[in-house]
């Protein structure tokens, strides 16, 4: 059974920063492109940022360039989102999704998703 599993969030201040992992289970991320997506409460889900299966190439929205990074281990079973500077605004539950169509998983269309992690930034 293929899965993904995110873990990481947290409660933090602003300014803080965490990092998420998203790890998958039943399968390797070798040939998948990863895509980090957020809701928060009363809104739609929005794209964060993508990374190709292969060469690496990035994607960020405009509100999170230069404060996130997303990156994938070279074991090829986990992904990340490095957060810095975090703002209340970033509040939300964090999805992670898998798809060999780079296309698809920065569209929010990937085959695969997790159950989500919640992050909450608040004084």
């Known amino acids: 059974q293929l899965q993904l599993v995110e873990s990481g969030g947290g409660v933090v201040q602003p300014g803080g920063s965490l990092r998420l992992s998203c790890a998958a289970s039943?399968?390797?991320?070798?040939?998948?492109?990863i895509g980090w997506f957020r809701q928060a409460p009363g809104k739609e889900r929005e794209g964060v940022s993508c990374i190709s299966a292969v060469d690496g190439i990035t994607t960020y929205a405009d509100s999170v360039k230069g404060r996130f990074t997303i990156s994938r281990d070279a074991a090829k079973t986990t992904a990340y989102l490095q957060m810095n500077s975090l703002k209340p605004e970033d509040t939300g539950v964090y999805y992670c999704?898998?798809?060999?169509?780079?296309?698809?998983?920065?569209?929010?269309?990937?085959?695969?998703w997790g159950q989500g992690t919640q992050v909450t930034v608040s004084s």
């Open positions: 999704s898998a798809d060999s169509r780079w296309r698809a998983v920065c569209a929010g269309s990937g085959d695969y």
């Open positions: 039943g399968f390797t991320l070798d040939y998948y492109a």
